[in-house]
């Protein structure tokens, strides 16, 4: 039994752009918790996705807190800009921070929540030092830079560590899960002690409302949260 309240965080990065605003509306209704934004800088990963502009674009289509994934180089020369978009988390990748220390306390700086991000190979050890520091520890449990990907099973042992260092230390910092989560995979990781579940293609897809979508996701986790 897992006692924490499970949040989600669905991903625009599956959304119609065509139609943002009211996608962002309908994950609102439907009962989210974050609205996740995949920044893509097409150098850090492959591809080229969104910036400032879209998330204030997204900012008064909710009320819910804009949760910003930056898979960016240098991404401390754009947190300012997602600030006054709106954003709510930045989260940066620790393979993209020689200086975290630094980008964290300018994240802080801005009157913002300061999340860091480990890519599935990267170890934990990376962010130890940072925990008391950060309010949300993002792990990759897929290669960064495309939605729709397999969930990597092999990353689950790294969650189950981090919760226990998390739990050991008293720390609050939140436990976000990023990556082929969907109804099957959702209960392992929560399971290994996830808290923040981020899911593209599982909520925004043509074979059901975003509503139905999300319902299904915490039905898989009817046994495990009380
Ligand atoms: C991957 C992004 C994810 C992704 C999630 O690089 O950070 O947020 O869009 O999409 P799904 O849930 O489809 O794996
Ligand atoms: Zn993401």
Redesign the pocket.
Known sequence: MVSREIKIAP?I??ADFARLGEQVAEVTTAGAHYI?V?VMDGHF?PQITIGPPVVAAIRPCTNLTLDV?L?IERPELQLEQFARAGADILTVHAEACPDLRKVVEQIKGLGVKAGVSLNPATPLAMIEEILPAIDLALMMT?N??????AFIEEVVDKIARLRQILDERGLACELEV????SAQTAPGAVRAGAQVL?????IFNRRESVGDAIARLRASLGGLTD
């Not at 981020?198 to 599982?202: M, N, R, T």
Request: charged fraction near 10%; aromatic fraction near 4%.
């Open positions: 991903s990065l599956s996740h995949d990963v994934h898979m897929v960064p830079g495309f939605a729709g990907q990023d990556g082929g989560i981020v899911a593209g293609s599982a």
